[in-house]
């Protein structure tokens, strides 16, 4: 099966949740990158006065590449063990990866 390259973007207040659920599943996430991010558009609630001011909200993005299977798994363990967790997500296949 291809690799693929998953996008998971989420409330900064929820993102130590996520990465200690995928840090629990070595197996099926080898390793991930995390960002910062700020969320923007009509799906973004805007909450505190700081984000009513610069008209965005914080967000953290989790990056991981594999097999889609196992990104599948992944999608399925955070729907599972974070029900209410506000995470958007996207699948995209990998055309090419390595180390350079």
Do not use: C
């Not at 993102?15 to 558009?41: I, K, W, Y």
């Amino acid at each position: 099966m291809a690799d693929v390259l998953l996008s998971l973007i989420m409330p900064d207040d929820v993102a130590q949740h996520v990465e200690d659920l995928l840090l629990s599943r070595p197996d099926l996430v080898p390793g991930f990158t995390v960002s910062t991010a700020e969320g923007h558009g009509s799906v973004i609630p805007l909450v505190e006065d700081a984000e009513l001011v610069a008209g965005h909200a914080p967000r953290t993005v989790i990056r991981t590449v594999g097999p889609e299977a196992d990104k599948r798994q992944v999608l399925a363990l955070i729907k599972q063990k974070l029900p209410n967790a506000n995470v958007f997500y996207w699948l995209v296949p990998v055309i090419d990866q390595g180390r350079l």
